[in-house]
């Protein structure tokens, strides 16, 4: 008899605690069950069950075998739906909560595309950067900028954002393109300000391999990445930005980089994720390779790394 369908037999009669019961949901004689099992015991070279005239009892090593011929099942049963979602049109309504400004900037005006792919499914999309529990305001998926501490939740990592230091021409004309971190002094800085704490964020940097974390002296501060960008479009002053906030406004010749002898390879992950669940709706599996494509695009036309 095959092994595997002797593994099925012994597991449905520990459920059910008798060879009888298990050969009626088998649609087999009690008998047939109960040669198999001893055959199974014969292999392996252990008892599994103990037998009664009323009952089975598991042994101790029946036991063991039990939750991992258990697992077994499991497992199988999760690649077959794997697969036949794989093969399934994602439907219905898809939840997505979306960091502010990327998801402004660069995952919407790609939403249509996604849409027309798949004309069977509706969107639900909200845009911020506060750390929400997806399961209780049930949000299939969201993108995030920044490590998540949240071990409830699957992160596919999409690409990362480095920072990079800029201002605008005019402004550079202006007052000079400083070419040390000294020279950062004598200009007119503009920095992000976190709405909660009211703190400002360190400008990083690098030189000879070594980190820098810099405490500039900002005259303008905004906590909203978007009316920093236009207000240093508008010649504010030196800013430095995440570069997909910032690459757009390069790419015209809005912004001129600077510093770039500094510039650092630390940079923060762009990750899609997702509540742990045992099998991953086709919505949910779409998007996600959508948000992988969409992150290799970027990559080519230098928006993040």
């Known amino acids: 008899m095959d092994k595997l369908k002797s593994l099925m037999i012994f597991v449905r009669s520990a459920q059910c605690g008798s060879f009888s019961k298990a ?31 009323r009952s089975l009892t598991l042994t101790e090593d029946g036991n063991r075998f039990f939750q991992r011929a258990q697992q077994i099942f499991n497992d199988l049963e999760e690649a077959e739906l794997e697969v036949k979602q794989s093969q399934s049109l994602p439907s219905g309504t898809l939840r997505l909560d979306l960091s502010f400004t990327f998801g402004k900037l660069h995952i919407a005006p790609a939403l249509l595309q996604f ?70 002094s004598q200009h007119r800085c503009v920095n992000f300000i976190y709405p909660q704490s009211r703190q400002e964020p360190t400008w990083k940097f690098e030189q000879d391999g070594k980190a820098i974390d810099l405490a500039v002296d ?5 906590d909203n990445s978007e009316v920093i960008l236009e207000a240093v479009i508008q010649g504010a002053g030196v800013v430095q ?65």
């Open 115 to 184: 849409t027309a792919q798949y004309p069977d499914l509706k969107l639900n999309i909200s845009f911020n950067d506060r750390l929400i529990d997806l399961v209780e305001e049930s949000i299939d998926a969201t993108v995030r900028i920044g490590l998540s501490h949240d071990s409830s939740l699957i992160m596919h990592h999409l690409a990362t954002a480095h920072y990079i230091t800029c201002a605008s021409p005019q402004y550079l004309a202006q007052k000079g393109v400083p070419t040390t971190l000294a020279e950062l």
């Open 241 to 305: 930005l995440p570069k997909f906030i910032a690459a757009n406004a390069i790419t015209r010749g809005d912004l001129q980089p600077i510093l770039q002898s500094y510039a650092t390879q630390v940079g923060l992950p762009i990750a899609v994720l997702y509540p742990q669940k045992r099998y991953l709706s086709a919505k949910v599996r779409v998007f996600v390779e959508f948000m992988k494509e969409l992150a290799v695009a970027l990559k080519h036309v230098d928006v993040v790394d």
């Open 218 to 222: 900002s005259y303008l501060r905004f």
């Open 23 to 53: 050969a009626r949901q088998l649609g087999m004689a009690p008998s047939a069950v109960s040669r198999a099992v001893l055959r199974l015991e014969d292999d392996l070279g252990v008892r599994l069950l103990g037998r009664t005239t």
